[in-house]
């Protein structure tokens, strides 16, 4: 089904994952909501959609001269009563602990934010500092925490961060678990797979909710993992098999250390595996985690299900007879001796094939930044239409994987919205986990 809307043709087909009903907001102020590192806006969909409000957006890629990300934020929600900023948000907190500038109050902070070096040094004039520049983000999230001590908090992030750096693994998400935990939260995470909860695209992300304790003290770990946390209830997974969680499963798997300096020298040194499963608890730095599957039996989406008509395409997403070679390289598999440009070296390359084209039965592979341009690529989805032609996929079809309206980042070039689309979030996942959030906030009394 397709309706017009104010940005464009709208596709909402019957008997999605997604295809939830607006909700009205259960909260006399519509449920406030920070939003950092925003990009085009994934979740502010969801999370309008569920109920909530967002009262401050933050989007600022400082790489860049223009910002279209921003741009085509502040395009839909510019008319809204909400702070659309566009600048650093290191600069935003600076100005805000001089008093020149606030923040508005708010129940949950939410934020998609890049999977970095968080490691923490002792500096001469604060009490945890960053070595070098690539933990910047995660602190500036906790300079607002720490000011703002909203009672939700709902992150996302790539699924390296539970294993990330190589040298030590598990590091930089222990880091910032201990540091929620001096903060007064009970953290969930869980790695999710948005096509195992029906979704059109096998997108995998780590989802982070963080809540002010509510009798914190009585929490189990595995109750909150399993049944009783929000990721729990808004993402089912299959129960432990039986007997696997005995009374003594209340015993955590290992505590973190609250020293953040001491836990960023030691942790993960051991060199073996991240300690960190796809699922788990923190509760007063005791972790308890486990690997999880989803469980989920509602309707599922398939790439095919969300293609334009072959006469809908145009003509430039077709890919030419005589780049097909090339295409067909790249996806198949290799076995090639090759020489290092630096050193002269020669070395074995292998490499596994890629679908060639992208099935249409199943969901689409991850979209990633680099999936614009008509060049030919390994990564770029390529489908057959039913003429027999190859073709890439379209702006409105990516956003259509990904859960966004038809034509949602239209007014940036074809290489941008697609590079907004590999930075953007499944909306269908943030919505159901909206839900849940606003009942959280709705039914529990947060503790001082």
């Known amino acids: 089904m397709q309706t017009a809307g104010a940005t464009g043709t709208i596709h909402t087909p019957t008997a999605t994952p997604d295809a939830l009903s607006p909700r009205e907001s259960v909260f006399p102020h519509g449920g406030r909501v920070v939003e950092l590192f925003a990009g085009v806006g994934g979740f502010r969909v969801g999370l309008e959609r569920s109920g909530w409000r967002i009262v401050f957006g933050n989007q600022w890629e400082p790489s860049t001269r ?162 009783e946390g929000v990721l729990a209830r808004a993402l089912p997974i299959a129960p432990p098999a039986e007997g696997s969680l005995p009374d003594a499963e209340a015993t955590p798997d290992f505590l973190l250390d609250e020293d953040l300096v001491r836990l960023t020298n030691a942790f993960g040194t051991s060199a073996g595996p991240s300690p960190f499963q796809n699922g788990g608890v923190m509760i007063k730095r005791a972790v308890w985690t486990r690997p999880v599957v989803a469980d989920f039996e509602g309707p599922r989406q398939t790439l095919g299900d969300l293609l334009l008509d072959e006469s809908e395409v145009p003509t430039e997403y077709f890919i030419p007879e005589e780049q097909l070679d090339a295409w067909r390289y790249l996806k198949g598999a290799k076995r090639e001796e090759r020489t290092h440009k630096a050193s002269g070296a020669k070395y074995h390359y292998n490499e596994g094939p890629l679908p060639f084209p992208d099935p249409l039965d199943r969901p689409a592979r991850t979209v990633l930044t680099a999936e614009g341009g008509t060049s030919p690529s390994r990564f770029k989805h390529v489908v057959q239409t039913p003429s027999g032609r190859y073709r890439r996929l379209t702006p409105v079809e990516l956003e259509r994987i990904n859960g966004f309206p038809d034509g949602w980042t239209e007014g940036l070039s074809p290489t941008k919205r697609a590079f907004c689309m590999g930075n953007a979030l499944v909306v269908g996942l943030v919505e159901r986990v909206g839900r849940v959030l606003a009942e959280e906030l709705a039914g529990v009394t947060i503790s001082a």
């Open 66 to 227: 223009v910002q279209h990300a921003f741009d085509c934020y502040h395009n839909h929600f510019g008319g809204s009563d909400s702070q659309d900023v566009n600048e650093d948000i290191a600069a935003v907190l600076d100005a805000v602990n001089r008093g020149e500038r606030t923040i508005p109050e708010h129940e949950l902070l939410v934020g998609g934010f890049p999977c970095q070096d968080y490691s923490v040094a002792k500096l001469l004039n604060q009490a945890h500092g960053i070595q070098g520049k690539k933990g910047v983000l995660w602190w500036q999230i906790h300079r607002l925490l720490e000011k703002s001590r909203p009672p939700l908090v709902f992150l996302e992030n790539v699924d390296r961060l539970l294993k990330s750096p190589a040298r030590q693994r598990g590091r930089d998400f222990a880091i910032m678990l201990s540091s929620m935990s001096a903060l007064g939260y009970v953290v969930e995470w869980r790695m999710v797979n948005a096509a195992d909860y029906g979704f059109p695209q096998r997108r995998r992300r780590v989802f982070i909710i963080g809540r002010r304790r509510f009798d914190g003290d009585s929490l189990q770990g595995p109750d909150v993992l399993y049944r």
